[in-house]
């Protein structure tokens, strides 16, 4: 393999390993973010959006 592919396939390969982490860190956001909506609604606590919640 030349020095060309090997630096090619180098930055392809940390470009993955990137995205991967970015993609993984935001769905463990995600469900975070999930977890602390429904502890505030259990707690009774609502949105401002949620007009059902006021009639």
Avoid: C, P
């Amino acid at each position: 393999m030349s020095v060309h592919a090997l630096y090619v396939t180098a930055a392809y390969a940390i470009t993955a390993v990137v995205l991967a982490g970015l993609i993984g860190w935001l769905l463990i956001d995600q469900r975070a973010r999930k977890r602390d909506l429904a502890e505030l609604e259990a707690s009774g606590v609502r949105r401002r959006s949620d007009k059902a919640g006021k009639s």
